[in-house]
């Protein structure tokens, strides 16, 4: 593994796809990141078809959403985008990253409403916020 900037190892290419999801993990930690990045995901994948379709509306749309992330990462977790590692790579994990979040915060697991984060599961079984332990007890 190669250090980044902030001493983290990169996982190097050939790791798994879970070695580089736990690095992306921990390249954004703060609520600060993690909102810019709710929002600024899904404006650059709605820009992607804009961008064709309508580019006086997807050009900026796409920049936005990704001048909305880089912010992110300078302003909250100061360090640079996990993309720079393996552009990509890092794309598929902002995408799995974001449906993450999205179950966090439908399950009010999420950091971002005062909720136990993603990061800070257990090792029970908990996946996406969806306990998976003992239903029979409850009843």
């Not at 899904?42 to 912010?71: K, T």
């Not at 909720?115 to 239903?135: C, N, T």
Request: charged letters at 20%; proline letters at 8%.
């Amino acid at each position: 593994m190669t250090p980044a900037a902030d001493g983290t190892d990169v996982p190097p290419r050939s790791a798994s796809f879970e070695e580089k999801m736990a690095y992306y993990r921990s390249q954004h930690t703060t609520p600060g990141v993690r909102a810019t990045h709710l929002v600024g995901i899904p404006a650059v994948a709605a820009a992607l078809p804009l961008i064709v379709a309508r580019p006086r509306v997807g050009v900026p749309l796409f920049l936005g959403g990704w001048a909305l992330q880089v912010l992110g990462h300078k302003v909250f977790e100061k360090n640079s985008p996990a993309l720079t590692k393996g552009l990509f790579t890092y794309q598929f994990c902002g995408l799995a990253f974001w449906c993450e979040e999205m179950a966090d915060l439908i399950a009010g697991r999420s950091p971002l409403t005062g909720g136990k984060g993603s990061d800070d599961r257990d090792d029970l079984g908990d996946v996406a916020g969806i306990p998976v332990g003992d239903f029979a007890q409850v009843l």
